[in-house]
């Protein structure tokens, strides 16, 4: 559905993208990650046929965004961080306006509309002034105008920023229901909304494609080792010093009080070792009690700084 190979940009003698290639199956929900000023955006507008490339080919669904423009813009619909509304018009008036913008002809206009506004919830307020909606509300508006002329792919730059904790789970849920028969990228810094919608990560560093997996393999083979949490009952600092000291832990660092006189701690491991035995004679041999233990899995929080700690950008 989506094939982008070889994709550079530069802008003067700054590099934006470099040489990066994807692809992106028909029906999949997938995960643009990056920090500011890694090519994030470049990489979209390019997708999207706002940009041009230095180098390189984009295609969408086998029309090259270079050489067939029209064709290729007709398979996307693309939600900008900031919806392009026009807020003195109606809902009715501005995705009227979109649909003859779009040139669709497939469909009558107004069932069209009906159907787009049903689908992303908005039927009670077409009559309403766009700008005197709420933030959530001018985000399915948004939204809406993306999916006139029902494209094949949806473009989707932080679509939930702002938005109040219900509406969050609403345009997810939205998202979920939209990528059963669409391509979706989504763009967002909100981590946890990736492990929620998307079932692939795409992560950009620097101008550079730095993983390209699952949600599930990427938290999997990108940490270093095993993680525990450890209650322990007794002082801080002696607990530290036995933990410290064993073969196989790399670091040890106390979370909070989990209780009265325990501590969590917080076990980072190498691979190579099984320290849960080991552990728990360690810390019986100077009495202090472990009153829990349970692995913890590496969050796509942490991936993320792992593979984009070394970014220089900022926010250029």
Partial sequence: MIEVVGLTKKYGSNLAVDN?????????????LGPNGAGKSTTMNIITGYLSATSGSVKINGYDVLDDPIEARKCIGYLPEQPPLYLDMTVNEYLRFVYNLKKVSHKGREVHISEVC??????HVRNRIVGNLSKGYKQRVGLAQAL???PEVLILDEP???LDPNQIIEIRNMIRTLGKE???ILSTHILPEVNAVCER????????IVANDTTENITETTAAGKQYLVRVEGPQSAVLAVLNNMEGITSAKVQKEGEPGAFDYLIQTDNESDIRKTLVLALAKQEFAVLSFQAVGTSLEDVFSELTKNDKKGDA
């Fill in 20 to 32: 990066i290639s994807f692809s992106i199956q028909k029906g999949e929900i997938v995960g643009f």
């Fill in 182 to 184: 669409r391509t979706i």
């Fill in 160 to 162: 939930t920023v702002g």
């Fill in 118 to 123: 049903r689908l992303v919830g908005i039927e």
């Fill in 148 to 150: 006139i002329g029902d």
């Fill in 201 to 208: 990560v795409l992560m950009i560093n620097a101008g550079k």
